[in-house]
């Protein structure tokens, strides 16, 4: 299939709202990058093309394709026919007319939907009376006929056999009207693309919300339309009942109208309708309803996922309560006089029931992964008791932890966006890192202590060299003092004739060498003055280093 939901990866928080909204078990792909955020993609075989995610994205990241650019610039280059479903009325209350005079005025041909609707709801009685139906699911929600397709294939023998409105218009137009043009639908469905693309009868799936944008972009405008009456000169015959299939139940009500004692149940919105069509394909034939009328949407396809209306669920009923009060009109209008339905009457003369019957295209499921085979993924989700795989806290978007399992052995999500599991990683983080920062806080603690103890150290030495300083200074003033006498002993010595000559000679030379040892000593302590100098210079820096670790390390057991 074509993908028709998109992602904005750049506006993707990884919220999970997406997948808590769909009702495709398959159609969400979760990834995490190499930053560690997560993003949620499309697969487009899987995905249904409900539409839901795209209403229920808060941040702008999902969005769909449709038609609408190609389908303008065809119109360009040949006209268009255009069928125009029901939903258009209430969607657009003051603007539709206006919006269909546009496409007249450009050359098209503009067909009512409802007409579709109402050969719809002919082939469907027709085909109860003659008991060839059988108990069956609706089908004119395409969104529905995909999921049963993909997901509940052996439904499709459940699935009414029958066109939907939109699929008989077309039939109607090509078949019995003879026109060849290429032709575009109107509506408020993303979903029906689907339908087209499986059928071939309709080549452009236009929505009301592009269509408004696109006029939006081109400046194209319309008055607002203040006339309450419903009627419109389309180029063929104007729909009666049929213009009521867009609200939900309308076509159990056009059914009724015809068979009041025909069995029909009805369902809406993704949050009933495809758990009860998968309770449906658990149940006993026996127990089907002859009819199980079904739609996608809350509200039909009145507000359908690209209607862009700002009307409420209210302004929309009360919309088609005057549509169906004019409907009613036309239909009365219609009856000969013993009460036979004329337009029913024209059905039967001119068409076939067998032209608006279609086939579908069963997919085949993918496997359900074993308990054994989720035993790993239950594990590496870090649910090891019964209890944690029974959490169910329903955050990573799926209904229950087994389902997120099922997602994660498929390839569709990660256990790392599990929040419980990922609660459980941090904690252990947590844990680990408390326990080193007490052993951080256990050394900090000892290297003050050295600190503490090397500042006393450095105080003793700059004492130690002070008193050195102070003895070297003196040794070295006693030595000058001590060498000069000695010279002058040489000096008397040698000038005095006196003394016995080999005795002087023998004393002068033992002062000369004491004269040398006091230079020698004056030289050391030089030598150690200097020495003194460089270790109170390294022992200041030492001084300034443990001040600083001091203060780091206070600093850090704050």
Not at 52 to 66: K, Q
Not at 71 to 93: D, N
Not at 268 to 293: C, I, S, T
């Amino acid at each position: 299939m074509n993908e028709l939901i998109i992602v904005k990866p750049e506006k993707c928080t990884g919220c999970n709202s997406c997948i808590r909204s769909c009702p495709a078990p398959e159609a969400n792909i979760v990834k995490q990058l190499d930053n560690g955020r997560f993003i949620i993609s499309v697969n487009p075989d899987k995905c249904i093309a409900c539409g839901e995610c795209v209403r229920t994205c808060n941040h702008g990241a999902r969005d769909y394709i449709d038609d609408t650019e190609e389908g303008m610039s065809h119109l360009i280059k040949e006209k268009l026919i255009l069928i125009v479903s029901p939903a258009i009325k209430a969607a657009l209350p003051t603007k539709w007319k206006g919006v269909l005079d546009w496409f007249k005025g450009q050359g098209c041909t503009v067909y009512d939907g409802a007409f579709g609707a109402d050969i719809c709801t002919w082939v469907h009685i027709r085909a109860i009376e003659q008991g060839t139906m059988g108990n069956r699911v609706t089908q004119q929600c395409a969104a529905v006929v995909k999921y049963i397709e993909t997901y509940q294939p052996q439904m499709l023998q459940n699935l009414s056999p029958i066109h939907s409105p939109a699929a008989c218009s077309a039939i109607y137009v090509k078949q019995y009207l003879r026109r060849n043009n290429p032709i575009a639908y109107l509506s408020t469905c993303i979903a029906k693309k689907t339908e087209f693309l499986d059928t071939g009868l309709i080549d452009y799936n236009i929505t009301i919300d592009k269509l408004m944008d696109y006029f939006e972009r081109n400046g194209i405008s319309f008055p607002a339309d203040t006339n309450d009456s419903f009627e419109y000169r389309f180029d063929d015959v104007q729909g009666q009942m049929g213009s009521i299939y867009s609200r939900p139940g309308g076509l159990r009500d056009n059914l009724w109208l015809h068979d009041p004692d025909i069995n029909i149940t009805t369902s809406k919105g993704v949050r009933n309708v495809y758990d009860e069509l998968n309770m449906y394909a658990r149940m006993p034939e026996v127990k089907h309803p002859q009819l199980f009328d079904v739609l996608s949407c809350d509200f039909g396809c009145n507000i359908g996922p690209a209607a862009q209306t700002n009307q409420t669920v209210f302004d929309v009923m009360d919309v088609m309560r005057k549509v169906e009060n004019e409907a009613k009109n036309r239909r009365k209008s219609g009856f000969m006089g013993r009460g036979d339905d004329k337009l029913f009457k024209r059905f039967d003369e001119e068409l076939r029931q067998s032209d608006f019957l279609r086939n579908y295209k069963p997919s085949v499921p993918s496997p359900v992964p074993s308990d054994q085979q989720l035993e790993p993924i239950y594990k590496k989700m870090g649910k090891h008791s019964k209890e944690d795989r029974e959490f169910n806290c329903h955050a990573c978007g799926f209904n229950s932890c087994k389902d997120m399992a099922i997602a994660i052995a498929r390839g569709l999500n990660t256990p790392d966006n599990c929040i419980i599991h990922a609660k459980s990683v941090l904690l252990a983080r947590h844990s680990t890192l408390s326990i080193k920062n007490e052993k951080l806080e256990e050394v900090a603690s000892e290297c003050l202590e050295l600190s503490d103890k090397l500042k006393e150290d450095i105080v003793n030495i700059t004492s130690s060299m002070d008193s050195i300083d102070e003895s070297t200074s003196a040794t070295k003033e006693r030595a000058e003092v001590v060498k000069d006498l000695l010279q002058n002993i040489v000096t008397f010595c040698s000038e005095n004739p006196t003394m016995d000559a080999e005795s002087v000679e023998q004393l002068i030379g033992i002062l000369n060498m004491t004269i040398d040892a006091f230079s020698d000593l004056d030289d050391n302590v030089n030598t150690t003055n200097e020495s003194s100098v460089a270790i109170k210079e390294s022992v200041s820096k030492i001084t300034s280093l443990v001040e600083s670790i001091n203060e780091v390390l206070v600093k850090d057991m704050k």
